[in-house]
């Protein structure tokens, strides 16, 4: 999930921090403090796991912390928690839950930069970028309480005066299991529609991004949902599985890999449990020789380098027209060389730290084997030592193109999710069109073009969730957004999130007498 066009709109108006040298203090000083589970309306240690695990700060590559994982029992203390709450929560109007979610975005709109900061530290992503996220996370929860009060189901006239009506109501405990690109804005991307249904949520983050989303639990509290509603639990695949085969858990969104999220589907087969998968991707990026070229290579960075390249719906097959190959490989190499990469915590940083060094040295060995396969190096792909002594042990790359690709190329083929684009020329609309469906995934899909038939033709033909017409990677809550294929199924943001969590009731309303066959 990326930013909104709302927030950079509102971004332009908003005179920018002056961060550079008061948060240049902040890298490579924050130690974690407080116990990182939260149950009943406050922060606490898990009542058992025995597995400890590290939290690092990507920037520096510094511990900045330990956290126990969650067994069995936490796990069951935190449905319990949740259902609790559950019990207060879903009686309430969708008006006083809109009043509660609107003040928790509220709270949130007034320490983003806080939370933003927070994200930072533990993500490695730039502050910049990280102000961005925190925005898309209190419009999410603006969304979803502007529809909390609308909801409704429908009336219908059946024979003799009788008629039926259905009711949506909420499926109770849902679970929450997100991935470590997005830490906060996935949080609130699945708590924010969960609770406006009238649900309760456990949320297990990934165990490499621990920290943010316990200011949002601490969020929910003060501006007033019940105690024990949003619920924390820390942990890996253990502490997911225990959360997903739970009785009194009714629903699993997943936001991850397509290896987990087949794992987690089979799970939550057993108990029947409907399941949101938001998977990975390999996306096509389709760019006409009649497009406008300035923006052409705008989008491809877009659709590249946000967040280190650790983005779901990236789109990292870049299709381009033969006629334009040249001029636009210069260009976007050229842009892409000029990236500031280094402290995230630099107001003018726009490229930070990876998430780990395994991750790191995976997207780097991605480059190595395209390399050998045949692929051309046009700029970066090696790792990065900022200037700054405290940096250096942080986990930076220089983001890369890659030339001379194939489609049959492990590049070409596979999810990095890291900061690497790969190149392929194409000649015709027909054949892009196939090579560009020829994938198991199907998260998202762009195209750049100045011809109007063209762009929406091949937007029709794009088998993806998500396309873009001469855009990438803006991705507003009021928008749906999910996968096809291998890249998952349901949907979240938008009304179409509504649906995945809740349940349709019918009512059959009988005003005459009973006429029994028997
Ligand atoms: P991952 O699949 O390794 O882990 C995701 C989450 O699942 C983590 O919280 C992890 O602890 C948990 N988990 C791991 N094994 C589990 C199991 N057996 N049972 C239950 N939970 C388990 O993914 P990741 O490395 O954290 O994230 C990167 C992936 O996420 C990429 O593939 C990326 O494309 C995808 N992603 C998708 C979207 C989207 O909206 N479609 C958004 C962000 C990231």
């Known amino acids: 999930m990326l930013f909104s066009p709302n927030v950079l709109f509102l971004l332009r108006g908003v005179p920018r921090l002056l961060r550079c040298a008061a948060m240049s203090t902040v890298t490579g000083t924050f130690q974690l403090q407080e116990a990182l589970n939260y149950r009943e309306g406050t922060r606490t240690e898990p009542a058992d796991g025995d597995h400890m695990e590290d939290a690092y700060e990507p920037a520096t590559g510094r511990v900045i912390g330990k956290f126990r994982f969650s067994g069995a029992k936490e796990v069951a203390l935190a449905v319990q928690s949740a259902q609790t709450a559950f019990k207060i929560w879903s009686q309430k109007s969708g008006m006083e839950r809109s009043t509660v979610l609107l003040e928790a975005a509220r709270i949130i709109r007034e320490r983003r930069e806080e939370i933003a900061t ?34 409704a189901g429908q009336h219908i006239q059946l024979p003799r005066g009788s008629f039926g009506y259905t009711r949506r109501e909420p499926l109770g405990v849902c679970v929450g299991i997100g991935a470590w690109n997005y830490p906060f804005q996935i949080a609130c991307t699945k708590s924010a529609p969960a609770l406006a249904c009238g649900n309760a949520m456990v949320f297990k983050p990934s165990p490499f991004t621990p920290v943010s989303v316990l200011m949002l639990a601490e969020i929910y509290n003060e501006a007033g949902v019940p105690k024990g509603l949003f619920n924390v639990v820390q942990g890996g695949a253990a502490t997911g599985q225990f959360l997903i085969q739970h009785p009194n858990v009714a629903k699993v969104s997943f936001t991850g890999s397509v290896p987990t999220g087949i794992k987690i589907m089979e799970l939550a087969a057993k108990g029947i449990k409907p399941v949101t998968l938001e998977l990975g991707g390999k996306s096509p990026l389709i760019i006409f020789s009649d497009c406008a070229l300035e923006n052409a290579v705008k989008g491809a960075l877009m659709a590249n ?8 719906c990236n789109g990292t097959r870049v299709f381009v027209q033969r006629e334009i190959l040249n001029a636009f ?26 998430i780990n060094r395994p991750h790191l040295e995976k997207v780097l060995s991605f480059v190595k084997q395209a390399k050998d396969q045949g692929a051309e190096v046009l700029c970066g792909g090696n790792t990065y030592v900022p200037d700054d002594p405290k940096l250096a042990d942080g986990f930076y790359m220089s983001p890369c193109v890659l030339g001379n690709c194939q489609d049959n190329m492990t590049c070409v083929k596979e999810e990095i999710f890291g900061p690497v684009m790969s190149i392929l020329p194409f000649d015709t609309e027909e054949e892009v069109l196939e090579r560009a469906n020829n994938t198991r995934f199907g998260l998202a899909a762009g195209v750049f073009t100045r011809d109007i038939q063209r762009a929406h033709r091949v937007a029709a033909g794009l088998q993806a969730g998500v396309c873009y017409i001469n855009n990438y990677n803006v991705s507003p809550v009021e928008l749906p957004f999910g996968g096809y294929k291998m890249s998952g199924f349901g949907r979240e943001n938008g009304e179409a999130a509504i649906e995945y969590y809740t349940q349709l009731k019918t009512v059959c309303v009988e005003m005459g007498s009973v006429e029994s066959v028997f």
Do not use: H
Request: charged share 20%; net charge negative; hydrophobic share 45%.
């Open 329 to 354: 490989t210069k260009e976007v190499v050229k842009e892409t060389q000029k990236i500031k990469i280094g402290d995230p915590l630099m107001e003018d940083t726009r490229m930070g730290a990876l």
């Open 305 to 312: 380098f946000l967040s280190q390249g650790q983005v779901c």
């Open 118 to 151: 927070m994200e930072t530290i533990n993500n490695g992503k730039s502050v910049f970028e990280a102000l961005l996220d925190i925005d898309v996370a209190w419009q999410t929860l603006q969304y979803y309480a502007g529809l909390a009060a609308s909801m």
